[in-house]
């Protein structure tokens, strides 16, 4: 799977249409995610794990940035250059504001295959927290091919995603409808060793979100080295 082929996809699925939706409903949501996720334990254990592997002064790419909170801070606390990006003006604004130490730019993670943000090998280390998963499913593998060409070798990329068995499901979430993807286990690990990353490191938590509008989910946290 290449380059070429994440341009025939966005070609055939007319993306722009497809994410008007996914970026109304996170410009409504706001600062209200993080009231509705506020423990993240895993999260941060998942961001301290790829801070701590990769020497101070890393440049990372923080992938659907959301709020900026916690993970951009976190990698920005440990010294590391950190660049956001997020498909949402009102959470980038967020995280403008939140993490003066980062950069952050509004636009589709799929848009990186340009290279606007950095060319093949540009970065050390990237981090996707619960961003693939509002992706269709069938786009999923093309964006971890990107994301592991983005990345120079031996780079590091640290994965959250909720465990399920869904494709482009819509569900109600903080008062607005958004659409998820997700696989079970077995199937991510697979995917994501397809795509051409080694799992060093792996981690599950049962998680209830603070709001009754939220579905309780397992996260799963996964630790990926370019192979
Ligand atoms: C569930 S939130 C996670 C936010 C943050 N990574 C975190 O874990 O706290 C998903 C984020 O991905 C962003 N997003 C959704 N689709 C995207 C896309 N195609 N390109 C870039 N960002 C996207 C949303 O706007 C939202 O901020």
């Known amino acids: 799977m290449s380059a070429a082929s994440y341009d025939a996809y966005v070609g055939l699925h007319r993306l722009t249409l497809e994410r008007q939706g996914q970026a109304e409903a996170f410009d409504a949501i706001g600062d209200r995610y993080e009231e509705a996720f506020p423990h993240k334990e895993g999260q941060l254990a998942s961001g301290a794990w790829l801070a701590g592997a990769l020497p101070p ?7 659907g940035c959301g709020t900026g909170l916690p ?4 990698l920005a606390d440990a010294g590391h250059r950190v660049v956001g990006v997020d498909l949402s003006a009102e959470m980038v604004k967020l995280a403008t504001e939140q993490v003066p130490g980062a950069e952050f730019h509004q636009g ?23 961003s693939l998963l509002m992706l269709p499913l069938a786009e999923i593998p093309h964006a971890l091919r990107m994301l592991h060409g ?6 590091l990329l640290a994965l959250a995603m909720v465990e399920a068995d869904v494709d482009d499901c819509p569900i109600p979430f903080l008062g607005n409808t958004i659409r998820v993807s997700g696989y079970l286990r077995d199937d991510l690990r697979q995917v994501v060793r397809d795509a051409g990353f080694e799992v060093t490191g792996e981690d599950s938590y049962a998680y209830a979100p603070a709001s009754t509008d939220v579905p309780p989910e397992i996260q799963l946290f996964l630790h990926l080295r370019r192979a």
């Open 57 to 63: 002064g890393s440049r990372i790419l923080d992938v």
């Open 71 to 74: 993970t951009a801070r976190q």
């Open 108 to 130: 589709d993670l799929a848009d990186l295959r340009d290279g606007r943000l950095g060319g093949p090998g540009s970065y050390d280390g990237i981090v996707a927290f619960f």
């Open 150 to 155: 983005l990345l120079r070798p031996e780079g």
